[in-house]
């Protein structure tokens, strides 16, 4: 087991080091002088090129990554072109408000999307089995962000429960912070929910069908110890991929629903440094997030191993 | 008088006074941007005006809610006899939110840090023609220009030339500290800033006790942060389709106002076959200006004929001169030689003026045989591009800046336009002080470029502002981009 994680671990951090590489080459060829957006249209060349110089911007591209990446193996991410202050800080800021966002929306949807699973397996074929599943195929073909925009109009227009986006910050109270987080990770939760029920619920009655589950039902167990000691261990392996590939998508969903509730994440970091060039920001954040999906990756391969000891054996 | 009636009124002073006491002091409003940094003598940004204008920090002028120019730091001055000397009186006991003293030192350090050779003030423009600043005693300023320039006063009213401390001017793009009369709260990245009352203002109290500007984006979002009461006002609001719903509601109050932001059809003047007037003329008459603007602005907007803001006293309405006419068009562009017409490009920015402007006027200029092709771009290319490159056809952009027709003389400017009477004529109102000939100068130069047609003039952005009913004294027009608190208050 040991072997096997540091095996995946040292995979990951090579991952890393390609993919901050990567960012750094595509975002450094983005059109686009950040000096020129700061000063707009009015600006004298020689005042943008002061800008320029103070910025470090007329330094040589490979220097310029070199300086970042060890830099950022001190916790150092650079100082924001427009901000004018550590990129690390402004990503703080904003990891309070987009991790428990994603954790959030990441429990609310297995919470929902387990049960159902496992019930409707339970119950395949029949009207409850069916209704379900068919508003599970709406669940999924809602956008998120439409969802984000009924939800508003009922919550925060018409019922006033909840305010329509915005967020009070964790120093007003947990309770007033979480209540502006509820209805984004609601919209972030239910399309992804439903694509969870119906995974959970094809694994089990895959599961279901194997011999070694005839075996148990004919030795005479009930159906329940049959579906929880035996079947839910086994269906659970592609439910595992689902939740870590959904962890990504929950990251890229937060750049949308973050940008229709205005809260202060990183998503609309992200969105607001694109726009206006502050490239520093962007390779900051992305690597991030790219170092979080390779997380969750090498979490769910360790878990796999979890599950299925014979994962990791045979590897 | 009994008792019961003393009584009586006794208590009705108690609930009048309470009622006074009750009314809210405290504002949310709603912008679109965010500023990149607070301090507005280094970015171009609107979106740092739209926050510490008038409210954090003040110039030797300001500019008013309709334009004019007003005393601010300064509360008198001269001009010497050949326009060239201006001597401005300071008002005294003015602090700084930090608690320093405001003098003349301060005058003399902000002017020359802005026209420094190592100055980032994305206005410096407006300091090129300050030969030196002197202090005559700590509230007496002197400053010499090197020519006349009756812009001058205007000009020290704008946001990029208001008045810093030298002990702070280094941290007020994060802590902006200046002289107004509302101090800098607080700053919660991406979400909101809060500006409180400074009490030890040097003129009349604002009534407001607390600003919260909170930054929301989307339009849809903006929307629903009024109608649910998290904002109480959108002084610009971003979604034109959604102001009717507001209007018939009466918990609203809509106020559609002008701006300084002249939108028009940029075309490549250098470049073939916009280099011919004809061609030029041809696009202009092509344009149907009122169902550009019924389906890009939802009516909102005015239409233009010239480059010059409908709310200014000089303005004159040389819209004819650029009737809608196809038939005309086509004539022109057969004289032109050009009776198949051609195919060009149309690169459009983001705001939503121009991309969905840029498809209704592809659509026009295609009844006469042009077939623009568009091309969206992102803010950052276009500015490369079009702005700076010049690499370009047609191009439609909003001029926000307030008092730019000067633009049309500047050499190297992205339409290529080079007419050297009309930068003589600039040049002539630049060094008049007289407002009546300045007037009749502005009519005149209005008439060159409609004549000329070095861009298609099309529609004056219009401010839609939207508030409770209940919040007075924000600006109904745009003539600087600035959110004035000074004199907002809740009526109930």
């Known amino acids: ?315 | 008088m009994t008792l019961w009636r003393s009584a009586l009124l006794a208590l009705t002073l108690v609930l009048g006074s309470a009622s006074a006491h009750a009314a809210r002091s405290d504002l949310v409003l709603g912008v679109v941007l965010e500023p990149p940094h607070l301090d507005p003598t280094a970015g171009a940004a609107a979106a740092i005006d739209e926050i510490v204008y008038a409210n954090v920090f003040e110039g030797l002028t300001r500019i008013g809610a309709n334009g004019e120019v007003l005393p601010a730091l300064a509360e008198s001055w001269d001009i010497s006899d050949d326009g060239r000397v201006y001597t401005f009186k300071l008002h005294g006991k003015v602090l700084f939110h930090d608690g320093t003293t405001f003098d003349g030192e301060d005058v003399k350090f902000s002017l020359d840090r802005a026209r420094d050779a190592k100055s980032v003030n994305a206005q410096k423009v407006l300091f090129e023609g300050i030969e030196n600043v002197e202090i005559v005693d700590p509230l007496t300023v002197r400053i010499t220009l090197k020519q006349p320039d009756g812009d001058f006063l205007y000009n020290m009213g704008w946001g990029d030339a208001v008045i810093v401390a030298p002990e702070t001017a280094a941290t007020n793009k994060e802590r902006p500290v200046g002289t107004g009369p509302f101090k800098f709260g607080n700053w919660a990245k991406g979400s909101q800033i809060t500006l409180l009352r400074n009490t030890a203002y040097w003129g009349s109290q604002p009534a407001l006790e607390k600003a919260t500007f909170r930054i929301i984006p989307d339009p849809a979002a903006a929307t629903a942060a009024l109608l649910a009461g998290d904002v109480q006002a959108f002084p610009v609001f971003p979604s034109y389709e959604t102001v009717p719903q507001f209007q018939t509601d009466p918990r609203f109050k809509v106020v559609i106002g002008t701006t300084e932001g002249e939108t028009v059809l940029g075309m490549n003047n250098a470049k073939p076959p916009f280099d011919a007037l004809k061609v030029r003329q041809a696009i202009a008459h092509a344009i149907d200006r009122k169902a550009l603007i019924d389906g890009t602005m939802f009516g909102f907007g005015t239409p233009i004929g010239s480059f010059f803001p409908p709310h200014h006293a000089a303005y004159t309405d040389l819209t004819a001169k650029s009737a809608y006419d196809p038939e005309l068009a086509k004539k022109l562009l057969a004289e032109a030689g050009h009776p198949q017409g051609f195919k060009t490009t149309l690169k459009l920015p983001p705001p939503v003026y121009a991309r969905r402007g840029g498809e209704i006027i592809a659509a026009q200029l295609a009844a006469i045989g042009i077939e623009a092709q568009i091309v969206p771009l992102e803010w950052a290319q276009w500015l490369d591009q079009v702005f700076k490159g010049k690499d370009y056809d047609l191009t439609i952009v909003s001029h926000t800046e307030p008092n730019d027709l000067n633009i049309f003389a500047r050499d190297d400017y992205y339409f290529n336009y080079n007419n050297p009477a009309f930068k003589e004529l600039i040049k002539t109102i630049a060094a008049t002080s007289d407002q009546a000939q300045r007037a009749e100068l502005y009519r005149e130069a209005q008439t060159v470029l409609a004549d000329d047609m070095p861009a298609a003039f099309l529609f004056q952005l219009p401010k839609t502002g939207i508030w409770d009913a209940g919040v007075e004294g924000l600006w109904e027009n745009g003539p600087i981009q600035a959110n004035d608190l000074t004199n907002v208050r809740w009526t109930d």
């Not at chain 1, 540091?6 to 000096?35: Q, Y």
């Open chain 1, 1 to 315: 087991m040991a072997n096997y994680a540091i095996r995946r671990l040292f995979i990951s951090l090579m991952t890393l080091l390609a993919a901050s590489a990567v960012i750094f080459a595509l975002i450094e060829i983005l059109p686009g002088d950040p000096a020129r957006i700061m000063l707009g249209m009015n600006a004298s060349e020689e005042a943008i090129r002061s800008l320029q110089e103070q910025m470090g911007l007329n330094q040589p591209l490979f220097m310029r990554y070199f300086s970042w990446l060890f830099g950022m193996l001190t916790g150092d991410f650079g100082r924001s072109y427009t901000y004018a202050v550590p990129v690390a800080d402004l990503i703080r800021e904003r990891v309070v408000v987009s991790l428990p966002l994603a954790v959030l929306s990441l429990v609310l949807s297995t919470a929902i999307a387990i049960p159902i699973g496992i019930f409707t397996a339970s119950r395949r074929g029949r009207p409850a089995d069916t209704a379900i599943m068919g508003a599970t195929q709406l669940g999924i073909a809602l956008p998120n962000f439409w969802l984000a925009l009924l939800l508003v109009y009922v919550f925060a227009i018409s019922l006033r429960l909840v305010p329509a986006g915005g967020f009070a910050g964790w120093e007003t109270g947990t309770w007033t912070a979480l209540k502006s987080l509820l209805l984004p990770a609601f919209a972030l939760a239910l399309p992804q929910a439903a694509i969870l029920a119906r995974i959970t619920r094809s694994s089990l009655i895959e599961t279901l069908a194997e011999d070694y589950i005839r075996t148990a039902r004919a030795k005479g167990l009930s159906p329940a110890q049959v579906l929880y000691r035996h079947a839910l261990r086994n269906a659970f392996i592609p439910v595992v991929t689902i939740l870590g590939l959904q962890f990504a998508f929950l990251l890229a969903g937060t750049i949308i629903i973050e940008n229709v509730f205005y809260l202060p994440g990183l998503g609309r970091l992200v969105f607001q440094s694109i726009t206006q060039r502050d490239l520093i920001v962007v390779e900051g954040v992305v690597v991030l997030l790219v170092a979080t999906v390779i997380l969750i990756n090498f979490l769910v391969d360790c878990s796999y191993a979890l599950i299925d000891p014979r994962l990791a054996a045979d590897r």
